[in-house]
């Protein structure tokens, strides 16, 4: 029997070609159609950076208040999708709540290629499903979404069911940016391989929300929170890190399995956090920790490159903000689907079904 070269899980494989990012972990870059993601995260909105991706430039003022416009008006939830979140069991996690509600979208169409108007107005819809959903876990009303409102604020002020703080839409923005996308990564390519069935976009991106639910994909900050919590003190930050490195523990939120050097999205949003951390306590103390224990981590694993990834600060963001751990993911979620939607639409525009093959080894008839 011929023996074929395997390449477990598909690592190292190229399976397209794309000019929607670039995802360089031994420089430690990330680039989003020509723009460093970095500087767009500090620079621009969501709704700036949404536009990039899906249109290929960013939008002058009049396409800028163009898209603002769409999303705002394609926010709400209809009847049914409504219904379905009501009457689910109080123990269905946050992320199977949001897969199931987006997959009672048959409004935005069933038709292949998708269409500029079904990524929009599906990216307007999954913050108020995710809202909708841990208000009624919450025993509250869901807030209607705010036309008024951008698109991360009136994500906050629907999560939070309160006026959203300027700071923490900020943050929260700089977040969401720097998650809209991240190549060819594990629920990307589940969105694409459906897509290349020339099935309907809802399908890709229920797809898709099902592989960000595996706990290695979609990830959770309650690690890096939880050790947060137990520093709980600038002065107790180097005794307790000290403490965790000499028992043999990880320290959580440094190290990235893709970033070899510096993860990009933690530089971008530590400049953020460095803006905010005047007003906030928590901010102030992530700033603190980090500094330490980058110099711990070098004296205790030198050469071992373990710098902050993207979870430490995202970790930071959220706790500050007042999300709590079971809205992380989700929030995630909210983000990647810019980026999975850009990548449907690149694949449906020179698609070719995706089909690898497997190599057999089980045993053969006599």
């Keep these: 029997m011929e023996t074929k070269q395997v390449a477990i899980g598909l690592e190292g494989i190229v399976v397209a070609e794309s000019d929607i990012s670039l995802v360089d972990g031994l420089n430690g870059r990330l680039v989003y159609r020509g ?4 500087d767009l995260a500090i620079h621009h909105t969501f709704e700036e950076v949404a536009h990039l991706l899906w249109f290929g430039h960013l939008p002058n003022e009049s396409e800028l208040q163009q ?29 199977s709540a949001l897969r199931s509600g987006v997959s009672l979208l048959a409004e935005q ?3 292949w290629p998708p269409t500029m108007e079904q990524v929009i107005a599906l990216t307007a ?13 919450q025993g509250r009303k869901p807030l209607e979404p705010r036309p008024d409102l951008d698109h991360t604020a009136n994500y906050l002020y629907m999560t939070k069911g309160q006026e959203p703080n300027p700071a923490h839409v900020r943050a929260l923005d700089a977040y969401l940016i ?30 898709a929300i099902g592989a960000l639910k595996g706990p290695l994909h979609g990830g959770a900050p309650s690690e890096v929170t939880e050790m947060m919590e137990a520093i709980g003190t600038k002065e107790n930050a180097e005794p307790w890190l000290r403490r965790a490195l000499e028992n043999g523990e990880r320290l959580m939120g440094f190290g990235h399995r893709v970033y070899k050097t510096t993860d990009p999205r933690a530089t971008a949003l530590s400049v953020v956090a460095a803006e905010l951390s005047k007003d ?13 224990a980058l110099r711990l981590l070098a004296e205790y694993k030198p050469g071992r490159q373990l710098n902050t990834n993207v979870e430490f600060y995202a970790a930071a963001v959220m706790r500050a903000i007042g999300l709590p751990d079971e809205l992380f993911t989700p929030t995630f979620a909210v983000s990647r689907t810019v980026g999975w939607c850009a990548h449907v639409l690149e694949q449906a525009a020179n698609n070719r079904i995706i089909r690898p093959a497997s190599h057999y080894i089980g045993p053969m008839p006599d």
């Design 35 to 38: 723009h460093w993601a970095r």
């Design 125 to 137: 819809k999954i913050p108020t499903i995710v809202a909708y959903r841990f208000a009624r876990m």
């Design 178 to 207: 720097l998650t809209q996308e991240h190549g060819m990564n594990a629920s990307t390519f589940t969105a694409r391989v459906v897509s290349s069935t020339r099935s309907d976009l809802v399908s890709s991106i229920t797809a």
């Design 67 to 95: 898209l603002k416009q769409q999303l705002a008006a394609n926010r709400s939830l209809p009847d049914h999708v409504k219904n379905a979140l009501d009457g689910m069991p109080a123990d269905v996690d946050m992320m």
């Design 109 to 111: 169409g069933h038709d």
């Design 280 to 292: 906030d306590p928590w901010f102030e103390l992530a700033t603190h920790v980090e500094q330490v």
